[in-house]
Nanobody
């Protein structure tokens, strides 16, 4: 079992930057592909970014491509989401999640992720 704890959320002005962290428990972190998702009030949870087990491959939603960067440090059991050029529409609760995809290096489908963190609030002011 994997437990995930996000941190780093908060209030940032539009155009600013924020780095989210997600610390994982257990000794099998490197066996999981990791993803970041977000959910704004009244909206469905949406995919933000994913990273493969080794960290060698990443994938982003079009809405954040070029602004956000996902990375991981398997020695520290941690995955990160660097948010640059933040926009008000990035305001949401951000969740990290762990999956063991059977096809491909990662997945963008929330139902494919087995473990989830509790979420961290990000608010971008205009």
């Amino acid at each position: 079992q994997v437990q995930l704890v996000e941190s780093g959320g908060g209030l940032v002005q539009a155009g600013g930057s924020l780095r989210l962290s997600c610390a994982a428990s257990g000794r099998t972190f490197s066996s999981y592909a990791m993803g970041w998702f977000r959910q704004a009030p009244g909206k469905e949870r949406e995919f933000v970014a994913a990273i493969s087990r080794s960290g060698g491959s990443t994938f982003y939603a079009d809405s954040v491509k070029g602004r956000f960067t996902i990375s991981r440090d398997n020695a520290k059991n941690t995955v990160y989401l660097q948010m640059n050029s933040a926009k008000p529409e990035d305001t949401a609760v951000y969740y990290c999640a762990a999956s063991q995809p059977t096809i491909g290096e990662f997945t963008t489908t929330p139902s494919s992720y087995r473990y989830w963190g509790q979420g961290t609030q990000v608010t971008v002011s205009s």
